[in-house]
């Protein structure tokens, strides 16, 4: 193993500026601490977790030197500070800080890396969990600090336990104040919009602390007001700037906490709980909104693609509409050139050639094959669909024949001035008539029928109804539909030709079939 890899100058660098960071948050708290009221609150808990969180696992071990040896210069005999309370040189005062809490921090750090990653706090999970590794951690560290202490002067264990809930519950309001904002500007959480509101904001909640303090310097106590109009604000920026709006509301509320203990008599801890009431609403409140931002965008996101697929859905299903179209007009081609002109020849032979009983049924069948062959050519191609308008061709069309077959009366309506249709917008028309009829013939034991064209001036209007058994409700419902082939195809049409069709129950019985055409696209 490379010593390279945890000994470089990055990682010094890193070194010196946590240490440098950690013992001045450190002195500017046990100054502050000795103020009377004041909230307790130790800053460099949240300077320490927010370093093992987030610089790499390669550069704890210098980032530990450097704590650990600017701890012995600061406090040694001789030392800049020279206070040997906080350096007793007992055996398990060197076990304690130099190895058993190392090890707790960097163990508890290492396996909250391991399930939870960076930034920590963008969504509610990672929120509560970094929150709950925050309260676990300062009570671990502090069950270590004041456990030597208290093995070495045998202090009762209620005195211990109340000690220790001080110890952790300053370290964690310390966490909550710093961390946020060291994790949002370490991971780049800034807000990248409305960025004159953010300053405006942060610098009149300054500027309210400020005249709170003059005014408190002129015997006028408005302590009580500012500790709950910080509500506000606190709440707004979280709401407004997520991760960073929260992050910055948990500095400022400290700082307010600050200024307000100083100004009242108060015991520290209902500010310490003011403190965590208020920095934890604001947390989780902040990465609600930036986890629906993500979420938003994500489901964006999804529907872009969805929309990509449903057109690209669409797209296939006009090409097969097309490909089907073009395949039936080939076939119709082929066998009206070929076939027919055969049929034609075979039969023009057999009259010049022979007569007789025999050679007349042989005609009558030809006969018969031909009509079947002109049948099948109107199902392949309608007659007349390249020359007729659509009315005429749905009048000597198969769907006409095929109903008077079916034993279903018929009754045909044209109002208005016909419109120009050319060959692709007839075809399309024609085959969602037919396939209307086609159904009604199946399914709807129809006794009558109606084709109604109804020409208007924006509009062309071609209703099917009959007065059979009705089309089913869960078909006519599109959340709960389950299309059948021809009703996709009828659909799928409409659409080529910019139209809409709606199929519903007839006001007594039966089905209607509409098709709506905006007469502005006909061409």
């Excluded at 930034?119 to 676990?136: C, E, I």
């Excluded at 456990?147 to 211990?160: H, K, L, S, Y």
């Excluded at 050319?422 to 037919?434: A, C, G, L």
């Excluded at 001036?457 to 021809?486: K, V």
Aim: charge should be neutral; glycine fraction near 6%; proline fraction near 3%.
């Amino acid at each position: 193993m490379k010593i390279t890899r945890y000994i470089n100058t990055n990682y010094v660098t890193l070194g010196l500026v946590y240490t440098a960071f950690f013992h001045g948050v450190w002195l500017f708290s046990t100054q502050y601490e000795i103020v009377s009221g004041t909230v307790s609150w130790y800053l460099p808990a949240g300077i320490r977790l927010a370093a093992f969180l987030l610089l790499p696992l390669c550069s704890w071990p210098l980032l530990l030197i450097a704590e650990k040896l600017t701890h012995f210069i600061l406090f040694h005999p001789g030392g800049v500070l020279d206070n040997t309370a906080f350096l007793s040189g007992s055996t398990g005062w060197y076990l304690v800080h130099l190895l058993i809490s190392p090890a707790v921090i960097c163990f508890c750090a290492y396996l909250f890396r391991r399930r939870i990653q960076a930034p920590y706090f963008d969504n509610v999970n990672s929120t509560l969990a970094t929150l709950a590794f925050g309260v676990l951690t300062s009570v671990a560290l502090g069950t270590v600090f004041l456990g030597r202490r208290a093995i070495e002067v045998q202090t009762d264990i209620e005195i211990f336990l109340s000690i220790l809930f001080d110890f952790s519950l300053g370290d964690f309001v310390g966490i909550v104040v710093l961390c946020p904002l060291l994790f949002a500007l370490y991971t780049r959480q800034y807000a990248h919009k409305g960025k004159l509101t953010l300053y405006l904001t942060a610098g009149t909640w300054l500027l309210l602390l400020a005249s709170s303090h003059y005014l408190y310097s002129h015997q006028i106590n408005i302590s009580y007001q500012i500790k709950y109009l910080a509500v506000f604000p606190a709440l707004f920026l979280s709401y407004r700037y997520a991760v960073m709006g929260s992050a910055l509301s948990c500095l400022l509320i400290g700082i307010t906490a600050f200024v307000v203990a100083s100004q009242s008599t108060l015991p520290p801890i209902e500010h310490q709980f003011y403190i965590l009431a208020l920095c934890v609403s604001c947390l989780i409140l902040g990465a609600s909104i930036n986890q629906s931002k993500v979420l938003n965008k994500e489901l964006a996101k999804k529907n872009e693609d969805l929309e990509a697929s449903v057109k690209s859905a669409q797209a296939l299903a006009t090409q097969l509409v097309n490909v089907q179209e073009d395949e039936r007009k080939r076939l119709s081609r082929d066998l009206h050139d070929d076939f027919g002109h055969r049929i034609v020849d075979l039969k023009l032979q057999l009259s010049i050639k022979s007569k007789g009983d025999d050679n007349e049924i042989l005609l009558n069948k030809i006969d018969a094959l031909y009509q079947a062959m002109k049948k099948s050519l109107g199902g392949l191609r309608p007659s007349g669909i390249d020359t007729l308008p659509i009315e005429n061709v749905i009048q000597r069309s198969e769907i006409i024949t095929t109903l008077k077959k079916a034993n279903i009366n018929c009754f045909y309506e044209l109002n208005g001035t016909p419109m120009s249709f050319n060959s692709e917008q007839k075809i399309h028309i024609y085959r969602i008539v037919q396939e209307a009829v086609t159904n009604s013939i199946k399914y709807a034991n129809a006794t009558s029928l109606w084709i109604k064209i109804n020409y208007k001036p924006h509009t062309a209007l071609f209703t099917i109804s009959d007065d059979g058994n009705g089309i089913p409700q869960h078909i006519t419902q599109a959340e709960n539909a389950e299309p059948t082939l021809g009703l996709v195809s009828m659909k799928e049409r409409a659409k080529l030709i910019n139209g809409t069709l709606d199929i519903f129950h007839g006001n007594q019985s039966g089905t209607v079939v509409r098709l709506t055409v905006p007469t502005t696209d006909l061409h």
